[in-house]
């Protein structure tokens, strides 16, 4: 996440009313703080997850920061290399996205294509999760290899979102700011547009 110490503590990201210091304060909760990171995917916990947060804004940037860098601590499970990669590959690049691409004049980055490879590998497991709430057909298009995120339903539509990964991982992921291709029926495109993805 070396992006988030370059733009500085009050930048704004794609997380909506988040700044950068605070997307610093989620990732260090989620890791550190399992007590409270439950109410980042339970709403009724949400409530003290936003009080361990504020405290965590409270901190000085730099302190906060040098967090971030350290990683999870040696007793979450996420600090082991394998559990990382599962837990971490994509949260991580969405993130890191989210600061980049909340700046001015930002454009897609060339990524190794080994670590695209991981990203569609990831989004493989990902990503009928991931649009579960979507209603139509989606199937996700990378060169020859193609994901099935949602089966067509019984209205018939459906779409077909071609990209790079990285791009469809953002996709997936709700983000807007990013590049993909739409084809499908004016009626299908239609009801893709209104689908609501952000996580």
């Known amino acids: 996440m070396k992006v988030i110490r370059e733009v500085g503590p009050d930048a704004p990201t794609l997380c909506a009313g988040w700044t950068a ?3 610093a304060a989620h990732i260090v909760v989620r890791e550190r703080r399992p007590d409270a990171a439950i109410g980042i995917m339970l709403p009724i916990a949400s409530n003290y997850t936003d009080k361990v947060m504020a405290r965590y804004c409270a901190m000085e940037w ?13 007793w979450n499970p996420m600090s082991i290399t394998a559990v990382d990669e599962v837990a971490n590959v994509l949260e991580f690049f969405v993130h890191a996205e989210d600061v980049r691409r909340a700046q001015p004049h930002w454009t897609a980055r060339t990524l190794d294509p080994e670590f695209s490879n991981v990203l569609w590998s990831r ?27 949602k089966a067509i339903s019984a209205n018939g539509l459906g779409v077909t979102v071609e990209g790079e ?35």
Do not use: F
């Open 123 to 149: 989004l493989s497991k990902m990503a009928k999760l991931q649009w579960r709430r979507a209603k139509l057909g989606v199937t996700l298009l990378h060169s020859d290899d193609a994901i099935i995120a």
């Open 62 to 74: 730099e302190e906060l920061v040098s967090l971030v860098e350290s990683g999870a601590p040696s």
């Open 165 to 199: 990964p990285s791009e469809l991982v953002l996709k997936s992921y709700g983000r807007t700011e990013c590049v993909t291709r739409v084809d499908g029926t004016p009626d299908s495109v239609a009801v893709y547009n209104t689908t609501n993805l952000h996580i």
């Open 21 to 23: 210091k605070d997307l």
